[in-house]
Each structure stands twice: as structure tokens, then as C-alpha cells.
């Protein structure tokens, strides 16, 4: 099996980038997200300061863009679609900054279209995208993330079709929202080995599975809010051993809403599956 890590969604400080890895070191993380869901608290310098010291201790960093930062507008054009721009814009500039692996954005919505057509608007728009990118050093991978919506787009299957069309755009696995969207189907390793070998067949040799994980609630198959460790029905020990049947590596990003449930579940992906070998 390929090399596991697991890290928080959120940087455990804001004051120093020194305080932030010294935090992710100590609890043991290999990984992290940087937390912008909810908009930008971190500058460039801020930034390559933390990729220098996350690199020197082998942590793994990702992006996570604001929520608004979405492809997939009716039309390439307007307030939205220039402000959703900019957000994936200075993601990536903080990403190269800083040398995340890739920028999480979720996929949009299906705004009265087709699912084929708000897949196709997604694809085209994020060429527009990374040509500006591409002319400021800032073509870095992004991640569409698996949504929590039965009824909207964003399923596992969109999330893969979405990157078979792009190159440099890989499906991000969210197996909280994936046992919500399925009314708690994920309780198996082969439900988690299925999903991941749909993921596998679409990424580059070499690069990691990117992983969401927490346990969750959820009502009429879509999702509520995350929720403590155990107090779910989402385990990870499944989805540990569906790792283990790939030689890919995997980096698995915690959102759960307290740090002893992410410790819990770094735990069992970490510490049991080297007890296994």
C-alpha cells in the first residue's frame, strides 16, 4: 500500500507559521488544509513561510478555496463569475506559494441545466481559468471536491467525469458526503474500494488519493453536519483497508469539528494499519 497521511482541515494557528507546523508536528499530522472556505486570513509571505517549514517536516499541504470560488457559472461573466475568479486565482497564487499539492473547489451547481451540460460549462470555464493562470506561474492542480447534495451536481460520478475532460483537475473523495448521498451505504472496505478504484482509473501515476473525511449527519440522503467521531456510523478502518489494496498514496484531510475525533481517526488510518504489517 502506498503512504498514508493524515492531517486536519483547518491550520491549527493563525499567529505564526512556526506555531502552526510546531501544532501539526506535535499531534502527529503529516498533512494539512489550509482553511479558506470562508474567505483569505493568510498573505504570500505568511504563506511560503509555512510551505518552507512544512516541507523541512515532511507535512503535505493542500488549499481549500472559498466557497464562492466555483466553475460552472451560466455564463463566463458578471459579478459572480469575476469574483469566483479571483478567489481560484489567488488560491493558486497561495498554493504556489507555499507548494500545496493541489486547490480544492467544489463543482459548482446544476442551476436548471442538465447534469451533462453543467459538467461541460464546469470544463470550459475552468480552461478560461487556467489560462490566466497558467500566464501568472500559478498553474498549480486543483481538486473538485465530491458533493453532499443528491440533487445537485457534485456526485462521485460528475467529480470523475469532470476530471477525465481535464488533466490537471483530479476528483477529491469526500466519504462523509458519499455515506450521506447513499443513506449510510460506506460501511464496508469494498463500497470504499469501488469508489477509489473510480478515482484511480482518472489520476496521474504518482499523485495521491485526496481524501475528506469526518463522521456526519444526514436526512433523505443528503448531508446535515459533521459530527463527533463515533457519534455516526462512518468508520475508518474500511477505509484503511481500501487503501491498502492500491499503491497509490493517499492524504486523508479530517473535517471533523474537534481535534479528538481527528486524532481518533489518524489513529486508525496511521497507527493500526502499521500495526498490520
Same mark, same amino acid.
Given at each position: 500500500?502506498?503512504?498514508?497521511?493524515?492531517?486536519?482541515?483547518?491550520v491549527?494557528?493563525?499567529?505564526?507559521?512556526?506555531?502552526?507546523?510546531?501544532?501539526?508536528?506535535?499531534?502527529?499530522?503529516?498533512?494539512?488544509?489550509?482553511?479558506?472556505?470562508?474567505g483569505?486570513?493568510?498573505?504570500y509571505p505568511?504563506?511560503?513561510?509555512?510551505?518552507?517549514l512544512?516541507r523541512?517536516?515532511d507535512?503535505?499541504?493542500s %488549499?481549500?478555496?472559498? !466557497?464562492?470560488?466555483f466553475?460552472?457559472? #451560466? /455564463?463566463?461573466? *458578471? &459579478?459572480?463569475?469575476?469574483?469566483?475568479v479571483?478567489?481560484?486565482?489567488?488560491?493558486?497564487?497561495?498554493?504556489?506559494?507555499?507548494g500545496?499539492?493541489?486547490v480544492v473547489?467544489?463543482?459548482?451547481?446544476?442551476?436548471g441545466?442538465?447534469r451533462?451540460?453543467a459538467?461541460a460549462? %464546469?470544463?470550459?470555464? !475552468?480552461g478560461?481559468?487556467?489560462?490566466? #493562470? /497558467?500566464?501568472? *506561474? &500559478?498553474?498549480?492542480?486543483?481538486?473538485?471536491?465530491?458533493?453532499?447534495?443528491?440533487?445537485d451536481l457534485?456526485?462521485?460520478?460528475?467529480?470523475?467525469?469532470?476530471?477525465?475532460?481535464?488533466d490537471?483537475?483530479?476528483?477529491?473523495?469526500?466519504?462523509?458526503?458519499?455515506?450521506?448521498?447513499s443513506?449510510g451505504a460506506?460501511?464496508?472496505?469494498?463500497?470504499?474500494?469501488?469508489?477509489?478504484?473510480?478515482?484511480?482509473?482518472v489520476?496521474?501515476?504518482?499523485?495521491p488519493f485526496?481524501?475528506?473525511f469526518?463522521?456526519?449527519?444526514?436526512a433523505?440522503r443528503?448531508?446535515?453536519h459533521?459530527l463527533?467521531?463515533?457519534?455516526?456510523?462512518?468508520?475508518a478502518?474500511?477505509?484503511?483497508?481500501?487503501?491498502?489494496?492500491f499503491?497509490?498514496p493517499?492524504t486523508?484531510?479530517?473535517?471533523?469539528p474537534?481535534?479528538?475525533?481527528?486524532?481518533?481517526?489518524?489513529?486508525?488510518?496511521?497507527?493500526?494499519?502499521?500495526g498490520?504489517?
Amino acid at each position: 500500500m502506498g503512504r498514508i497521511r493524515v492531517g486536519p482541515a483547518r491550520v491549527p494557528s493563525r499567529e505564526t507559521a512556526e506555531e502552526a507546523v510546531r501544532l501539526l508536528v506535535d499531534r502527529g499530522y503529516a498533512a494539512c488544509e489550509i482553511d479558506f472556505e470562508g474567505g483569505f486570513w493568510m498573505d504570500y509571505p505568511w504563506a511560503a513561510r509555512l510551505g518552507e517549514l512544512a516541507r523541512e517536516h515532511d507535512v503535505a499541504l493542500s %488549499v481549500h478555496a472559498p !466557497l464562492f470560488g466555483f466553475m460552472g457559472h #451560466l /455564463e463566463a461573466s *458578471g &459579478r459572480k463569475w469575476s469574483s469566483a475568479v479571483g478567489a481560484l486565482d489567488r488560491s493558486a497564487g497561495i498554493a504556489a506559494a507555499c507548494g500545496a499539492e493541489l486547490v480544492v473547489l467544489h463543482p459548482g451547481f446544476l442551476l436548471g441545466r442538465s447534469r451533462g451540460d453543467a459538467i461541460a460549462s %464546469v470544463v470550459e470555464q !475552468l480552461g478560461i481559468l487556467r489560462e490566466r #493562470l /497558467e500566464g501568472k *506561474g &500559478r498553474a498549480v492542480p486543483f481538486g473538485v471536491e465530491v458533493m453532499g447534495r443528491v440533487r445537485d451536481l457534485g456526485s462521485l460520478e460528475d467529480c470523475v467525469a469532470i476530471a477525465s475532460e481535464v488533466d490537471w483537475v483530479r476528483p477529491v473523495v469526500d466519504f462523509a458526503h458519499m455515506h450521506a448521498t447513499s443513506d449510510g451505504a460506506f460501511l464496508e472496505v469494498e463500497r470504499f474500494a469501488e469508489s477509489l478504484a473510480t478515482v484511480d482509473a482518472v489520476l496521474e501515476p504518482g499523485a495521491p488519493f485526496h481524501v475528506h473525511f469526518s463522521d456526519i449527519a444526514f436526512a433523505n440522503r443528503n448531508e446535515k453536519h459533521h459530527l463527533p467521531y463515533g457519534e455516526g456510523t462512518l468508520r475508518a478502518e474500511p477505509l484503511r483497508a481500501a487503501l491498502g489494496r492500491f499503491e497509490r498514496p493517499a492524504t486523508v484531510i479530517s473535517e471533523s469539528p474537534d481535534e479528538e475525533s481527528s486524532q481518533a481517526i489518524r489513529r486508525a488510518l496511521i497507527d493500526d494499519a502499521a500495526g498490520a504489517h
